[in-house]
């Protein structure tokens, strides 16, 4: 199917994309991601002429479908959203002359729909697998042995993430998750403060330590985010805990970061720091999508689009899972748009069509 055709599809996939946000979807709620689950493999079998399979592991749905065998091409994603149930009566899906809005459009239900169409545009579509989890805004943990087994049977993923101010996802950073917990010992702070050891300021020394862990020259942040301590105003806090989100582009700097972790230690007499966590995803390097990528420029100069630009981004994936396994992979192949997790976030529906057939085109490119 052309380009021209896939655009007077473009209302069928505005359509589609309601459907999928006016299913709600948190990634904490089972029973409403089984509810989309089956509507995710409805919608892809009214576009494609083939119902997805739902299959759960750890209580946590999937749907996928597999084009014939051996599988050569994974196209990858999610429908689980970081909006609790009941946003879409604050945040209902609009269409306001083409700018669709409401929770999870841009991350990442249109890119869902985009890709049904492009696979029912593939003049082919033998050797094409497709695999949407439900966990991937919490870690992916119970989909993670289904995303390595299909990684290692194709030769490329492609994940359907929305992309970056229009460019496509060339390289991501490795993430790490770790929460600090501060034990001290509580005291009357007007009595006798000195018979306390107060976590918080030990909180403190360990915000300062965490910032001279960063090395924003080699691209490692480490940023201290959720934090709370003490029970009352006038007790000298006996607890405290913070949550720390670490970004690097390196192995060897995601594990730097890990060993100074493990290494912190309280500073004030009596006080106990502990760590939990580790790293969540590693890196996936530009090397990984360098030929993907190379393929793609070529796609949409053959559709006369507009040339395509690649970009590295902080931001975690499964797309980091399946270039772990060392399987070519691209990732920003879904909705142009933007406001992923904002009140503001957006898909351009004029762009549906286009990014549809490039996916086509990569696909049937790959095939071959």
């Given amino acids: 199917m ?15 994309v309601r459907r999928l946000v006016e299913t709600e979807s948190p990634s904490s709620d089972g029973a409403a991601l089984r509810r989309c689950a089956e509507v995710v493999a409805h919608v892809g079998e009214q576009v494609m002429g083939v119902a997805g399979e739902v299959v759960e592991h750890d209580g946590v749905p999937q749907v996928r479908w597999r084009f014939g065998e051996p599988s050569r091409v994974l ?19 609009t269409d306001s002359g083409g700018r669709l809005t409401g929770p999870g459009v841009f991350d ?20 094409v697998e497709i695999l949407f989890n439900a966990d991937e805004e919490v870690g992916s943990a119970s989909s993670r042995p289904a995303i390595g087994d299909a990684a290692r049977r194709v030769a490329a993923v492609l994940v359907l ?12 950073k490795g993430v790490s998750m770790y929460r600090l917990h501060v034990e001290g010992r509580a005291a009357h702070a007007g009595l006798e403060p ?48 913070l949550d720390v989100d670490v970004r690097a582009l390196t192995p060897e700097e995601q594990e730097r970061v890990d ?26 390097p530009p090397r990984v999508a360098r030929d993907l990528f190379a393929r793609a420029v070529e796609a949409a100069a053959r559709l006369g689009i507009e040339p395509l630009r ?7 994936s499964d797309g980091n899972l399946t270039a772990a396994e060392g399987t ?5 192949l879904g909705a142009v748009g933007g406001g992923a997790h904002a009140e503001d976030e957006h898909v351009l529906a004029h762009t549906m069509p286009e990014r549809a057939a490039l996916l086509a085109e990569l696909v049937a490119d790959l095939l071959r």
């Fill in 161 to 172: 993430e929305p992309a970056h101010d229009g460019a496509l996802k060339v390289a991501r």
């Fill in 108 to 127: 990442m239900k249109a890119g869902i729909v985009q890709a049904f169409f492009a696979v029912a545009a593939l003049p082919s579509r033998e050797g």
């Fill in 259 to 284: 060993d100074e972790m493990r290494d912190l230690a309280a500073s004030l007499p009596g006080a106990r720091l502990t760590v939990e966590g580790g790293p969540d995803r590693p890196p996936f």
């Fill in 310 to 316: 690649g970009v590295e981004v902080g931001g975690g």
């Fill in 194 to 241: 000195e018979k306390g050891v107060n976590a918080t300021v030990e909180l403190a020394h360990a915000i300062l330590s965490l910032q001279r862990m960063a090395r924003p020259d080699l691209g490692t942040t480490v940023t201290p985010t959720v934090a709370a301590a003490g029970t009352a105003i006038n007790v000298v806090p006996a607890a405290a805990r």
């Fill in 75 to 93: 196209l990858l994603g999610h429908f689980d959203t970081v909006w609790p149930l009941g946003t879409l009566q604050r945040l209902p899906f």
């Fill in 2 to 16: 052309s380009l021209d055709a896939l655009r007077t599809q473009e209302m069928q996939m505005r359509d589609a």
């Fill in 328 to 332: 070519p992979t691209l990732d920003g």
